[in-house]
């Protein structure tokens, strides 16, 4: 244990990776089918040790691999828990990787960050080597508890980059850390451990990690050792104690390697991905780290060796230097409690001298804004519902065609040639009739077992296909199974839930209407499906919009869908990404569209007090800028014989606040004056004290300054009195 690890020759280097390498890439050797047999078979063995090892009593098993076992033990002497593992299957054994583990926990004996190794018996039979018991597992034993406290999880890698720095001192690089092989002694502190892909810092051996603690550029069979390997490992397992995910690890990526038939291909698969994909976001959005530690754990994780922490040296450095200044914050925080209560003083006086001058001219602004408002939403929704009420009585006057009755009790499953024709006649005749972009994209007709007679433009293909699933069938309110009982056509007129049409992935809606016999009995339904987004003006000026909420769940059973929005015409049409209401949004408009549908009376009087102040816009940002005015009326479309039908569609009303109360921006500028006064003096008082707490806590890095500054001054004045010197001899 006095003599440095030997070095592998560079002749067995490539041999020695491509043997291990699938093992290495696994967590768990792979067993084959005489592996498993003989585990088997030494299950069935009595509980006793295979050998008995000089010096030690054996107490209890511990558990049992495909190469071997390992048994907790007594040193008789000293009375000490040890662990021994016995290789007691040799046709699997990996010699060069238990040479290698052996020599390196020989060669950081001495170290309190490694697992100590006391014995080996490489001429017994089995072999067995001794080393120190570890009685609260590993780190992986604790992560799969749950993710660590931000500060329980600093501390730990710190011990351990201590740790590893250790043993970079010594020319050993780890090179296949993870949590499973950090383990944690009696005290909870960590001990480095399985030094099996351990290599000196000269050696030239490749060393292959585990997938996603591996940096990129070690997955590969020619890479030559190297500390920064380490680096990465460290900060993917902060990674890991923090959010308890891995980092780049995620299905698709998993899948990719998998699909993977050969180790070279894996290997170049995951450093490319591991290289290109972006970087992890999961430990920024973690509400324990601060960006310091983000920032570490970002520069530990770089894809590029050369923007890492070029040694474990400086991942502690940065560590250390965290911690140092998080210790001077309650000093900061002295430094700023008083100037905020002075700021605090002023801002008060400022709100009293102009607040309550404008509060009551803005209230009665805004609520003069808000009738007005109310009545244009009242107004748009009845000529949406005018539209509504178009495509339902286009559709029923189809409905009632005669020959359509007929067509439809003829057999399903081909293409009608009359039906088709005459489907396509009122598609284009119709069509024209609307204004340009608000027509239908289809017109369909589905039998009452739901499958489909004819569709315009026409789709052999679909002709017979069931679609009495879909809700525009029996208007059930979500769709159903294709594999339920075809259900009950609708009985009068109805629209859909808003869907993504194919392929165009288009917002739309398809409006149906039953087909029923002389009898009255149902004989399907006819529909036409339009795309939202053109299907009546919803425009608006910059600061003032019209927008068509759905307030009934749509396809995915979510309501508060933004069906129709200036926004959505302009860039959002065929965006795969729905927006909607927040739900508390939607509750108020809910709230606001059952007291607007109930019959008038004096407790529900239209009077324009369903204005929503301070509403943010889906679309927009939450901020000062994006506080709207926002009126609300519900979508009702009454029939002929004075029935009126909610849609589940509202209109929104939205005016921008900051617009609408721009007049009382220049009473406001008669006391920015004061605001900008007291800003002032805030400044001065907190330059002041903050001043003088930059420079207590500046005052070690003032006086590196300072000698810095000395250092040059006298180089340079000795160089002066140099120059001077060399004057003043005389020429030869």
């Not at 997938?211 to 920064?228: G, I, K, N, T, V």
């Not at 070029?310 to 914050?329: D, F, I, T």
């Not at 309550?356 to 805004?366: E, F, P, Q, V, Y």
Request: net charge negative; proline share 6%.
């Amino acid at each position: 244990m006095d003599s440095e690890p030997s070095q592998p020759e560079n002749g067995d280097n490539q041999s020695v990776a491509s043997k291990n390498a699938a093992e290495l890439l696994l967590d768990t050797q792979i067993m084959g089918q005489s592996d498993i047999d003989h585990a088997v078979a030494l299950s069935l063995q009595s509980a006793q040790p295979p050998i008995k090892v000089p010096g030690y009593e054996q107490e209890v098993f511990l558990g049992r691999g495909a190469f071997g076992e390992v048994w907790k033990a007594v040193d008789s002497n000293s009375g000490r828990e040890v662990a021994i593992k016995f290789y007691n299957h040799r046709g699997g054994i990996d010699w060069s990787h238990m040479t290698r583990e052996v020599e390196k926990l020989q060669y950081l004996f001495s170290d309190r960050h490694v697992v100590q190794l006391f014995d080996v018996g490489w001429d017994s039979d089995p072999p067995y080597y001794v080393m120190e018991y570890m009685g609260f597992g590993s780190l992986e034993d604790r992560l799969r508890q749950g993710p660590m406290e931000i500060s329980e999880a600093v501390k730990m890698i710190r011990e351990v980059t201590i740790g590893l720095a250790h043993a970079h001192d010594k020319g050993i690089l780890h090179c296949d850390l993870k949590p499973g092989n950090i383990m944690l002694d009696q005290d909870g502190r960590p001990r480095l451990a399985d030094f099996g892909q351990a290599r000196l810092k000269h050696e030239h051996a490749p060393a292959l990690g585990t997938l996603f603690y591996m940096a990129p550029e070690q997955a590969d069979l020619a890479a030559s050792p190297d500390a920064r390997w380490d680096v990465y490992a460290l900060g993917a397992m902060l990674f890991r104690m923090i959010t308890g995910e891995l980092p780049y690890m995620n299905d698709e990526i998993t899948q990719e390697l998998s699909s993977q038939d050969t180790l070279e291909k894996r290997l170049r698969s995951y450093s490319t991905l591991a290289s290109h994909h972006s970087k992890p976001t999961a430990h920024r959005l973690h509400p324990g780290v601060d960006k310091p530690l983000a920032d570490i754990i970002d520069t530990c994780l770089e894809a590029d060796p050369r923007k890492r922490f070029p040694n474990v040296q400086s991942l502690l450095h940065a560590l250390e230097l965290r911690e140092s200044r998080k210790s001077q914050r309650p000093m900061m925080l002295v430094g700023l409690v008083g100037p905020a209560l002075v700021v605090l003083l002023m801002a008060v006086a400022a709100w009293f001298l102009f607040q309550k001058t404008i509060d009551t001219a803005s209230a009665h602004l805004l609520q003069r804004t808000g009738e007005s408002n109310h009545l244009a939403a009242k107004s748009i929704a009845e000529r949406f519902s005018l539209e509504v009420d178009k495509r339902w009585r286009i559709l029923e006057s189809s409905a009632a065609y005669a020959p359509l009755m007929e067509w439809l009790k003829l057999p399903a499953g081909e293409p009608h040639a009359e039906l088709q024709k005459w489907l396509d006649e009122q598609h284009t005749h119709w069509n024209s009739q609307f204004t340009s972009g608000t027509g239908a994209a289809y017109w369909f007709i589905l039998d009452k077992e739901g499958k489909v007679r004819a569709i315009s433009p026409p789709a052999d293909s679909l002709v017979g296909s069931y679609f009495g699933y879909r809700e525009y069938f029996h208007g059930l309110g979500k769709e159903l199974s294709p594999f339920d009982p075809v259900p009950k056509t609708i009985t009068g007129p109805h629209r859909s839930n808003v869907f993504r049409s194919q392929p165009t992935n288009q917002l739309a809606v398809a409006f149906s209407v039953p087909i029923t016999g002389p009898a009255g009995e149902s004989l399907g339904i006819i529909a036409m499906e339009t795309a939202m987004g053109h299907f009546a003006e919803f425009q608006g000026s910059r600061n003032q919009l019209s927008v068509l909420v759905d307030l009934n769940p749509d396809q995915a059973g979510q309501s508060g869908l933004i069906v129709e929005h200036p926004q959505l015409d302009r860039s959002n049409a065929n965006s795969p990404t729905s927006v909607y209401l927040t739900p508390e949004q939607l509750a108020t408009f809910q709230q606001l569209r059952e007291v607007q549908t109930q019959p008038a009376s004096p407790d529900n009087a239209d009077d324009g007090a369903n204005a929503i102040k301070g509403y943010i816009d889906p679309f927009g940002k939450a901020d000062a800028a994006n506080d709207w005015l926002a009126s609300v009326a519900p979508v009702q479309v009454v029939r002929g014989d004075g029935e009126s039908l909610d849609t589940g569609w509202a209109v929104v009303v939205q005016e921008e606040m900051r617009q609408t109360l721009s007049p009382l921006e220049r009473l406001k500028s008669l006391f920015l004056y004061a605001g900008l006064a007291a800003l002032a003096l805030a400044v001065v008082i907190i330059g002041g004290m903050w001043g003088i707490v930059l420079l207590v806590a500046n005052a070690p890095g003032r006086l590196r300054s300072l000698k810095f500054w000395s250092r040059t001054a006298a180089t340079t004045l000795h160089s002066l009195n140099s120059a001077s010197d060399s004057l003043r001899k005389p020429l030869p």
